[in-house]
């Protein structure tokens, strides 16, 4: 059974008097807006903001509310901006922090606009909700007396659990210095005032002793309610480092909503039980890899399969209007477009085989404008051809067992009408055999050639794509050399 759905009918169990009793079963997330909002805080929209659809999808009331945290204080600076400017403003609240651009009414304001077209982009849709709007409207003011009447019950909670020793007076101080509540008990009283039923948090806070236990036991004790539904996380890491909006480690929330199709995106966020780490580099094989997954399980999907595999592929695509078209590898379009003698849509036909119908045009222009964007901004040099006009200096070097593999490789070629990649795949392994020479020597010489670097595209497919002109001379060329 897909996670999602385990996890959902663990809900119905809990639950299952309010479900009957009709009473909209509240979901919650937020963040705080202390910088530009990284993909990795997209996880929880996505986690929370799946539960709700599986939910509403069952005929289950629900309601997704997201607070954007713009009432926390400002205690670390981003480094793109001026640190010494900003230096003045640590430990204000972030709504009294001015804006980077000094257009946005304050710090928080600047960072919003950006986070919601993200999440937009995800089809996961919560409704909104400003934390400063939640204090202003009073509604934290009875847990505030709450907390303060019970302060050495909490200060006990905080040694019992979290083993955190506070002093007399410590509550009072913090209320009346920043007029909001340390965020532990304040996480309490959000659960409180919105009647939270289910919410997750990253695996930070659910460690024994951590924000979340101290947070229950505050919510249970003092303001005698019962914690919500839980459901740890683990992070988003660009090789193997956490993300931190504050410091901005990390590839923003927006920039990667650009940079991937819904579908895509959504595949991102929740492939993946929420335990598991996702390790994410848009500088890397990560977004080709996961293309290769999507059309992976839309083959299955559309074999008529009813596995995990099919059910997360229905759950990527929000609308579930899901056609069955020609999906051409990612890295192929990406490389194909950068070759300029190249007619994209009769390659792709040549692919499949076939003529293309509309639903395979429109993808192959998704996949071609897609591709772009991430070759223009962050694709490895692998991904990269920079096709050499001229044959490199590299190449002018080559010993006679390598010539004498190459010579065979132009003869094949100047006897084709037409390169078949696939055939010459083939060939290109028959001749590296035949010329006793290793892999690696055979084929970084090949992409030496033509790209004056040691690898490539797979090399029987990359052939067949170039110019075949081109390729017979660049061949003569290094024969020659």
Known sequence: MFWGDKIVEQIEKVFAKKIAAGSPLIIRDEKTLSGEVHVGSLRGVAIHGLIYELLQAKGIKARYLFELNDYDLFDGIPNYVDQKKYKKELGKLL????????????????????????????????????????????????????????????????????????????????VKK????????????????????????????????????????????????????????????????????????????????????????????????????????????????????????????????????ARLFELIHPKRKMVKRFLPRFSQ????????????KKEVTNMKGDKLIKEDLAELKLRTDYAKLWLEKYSPDKYQ?????????????????????????LDYIE??????????????????????????????????IILDKDSGPKAGWFLSVLDKKFLEGRLKEAIGS
């Open 95 to 174: 709504t009294q922090v001015p804006a980077p651009d000094g257009k946005a009414k304050n710090w928080a304001e600047y960072f919003i606009p950006n986070f919601k077209a993200a999440v937009k982009k995800t089809n996961f849709i919560p409704t909104y909700y400003r934390s400063s709007e939640v204090y202003g409207q009073g509604k934290y003011d009875k847990y505030v007396k709450a907390a303060l009447a019970h302060k050495d019950e909490i200060r006990s909670i905080y040694k019992q659990i979290a083993d955190s020793d506070k002093e007399a007076g410590w509550l009072e101080e913090a």
């Open 385 to 409: 051809l920079n096709i050499q006009t001229e044959l490199p200096e590299s190449a002018k070097k080559f010993g006679p067992k390598i010539k004498t593999a190459l010579a065979r490789l």
């Open 333 to 344: 379009i990406a490389y194909l477009r950068q070759m300029p003698h190249i007619d994209l």
């Open 178 to 309: 920043n007029g909001k509540l340390p965020w532990k008990i304040e996480w309490a009283a959000k659960f409180a005032v919105f009647g939270v039923d289910i919410e997750g948090g990253g695996k930070d806070h659910s460690t024994k002793g951590g924000s979340r236990e101290v947070a229950n036991a505050i919510a249970r004790e003092i303001f005698k309610i019962q914690p919500p539904f839980d459901i740890p996380y683990n992070f988003f890491v660009i090789s193997g480092k956490k993300m931190s909006s504050s410091k901005g480690l990390g590839v923003s929330a927006f920039e990667l909503a650009e940079l991937l199709p819904t579908p895509i995106l959504r595949l991102l966020l929740i492939q993946k039980q929420p335990k598991h780490e996702l390790d994410f580099d848009p500088t890397g094989d990560t977004i080709p890899s996961l293309y290769d997954e999507y059309d992976r399980l839309a083959a299955g999907y559309f074999s008529g399969k009813k596995d995990d595999f």
């Open 415 to 448: 006897k084709q009408k037409k390169l078949d990649g696939q055939k010459l795949h083939y060939e290109l392994h028959e001749i590296r055999k035949e010329s006793e020479l290793e892999p690696q020597e055979f084929f970084s010489g090949l992409y030496r």
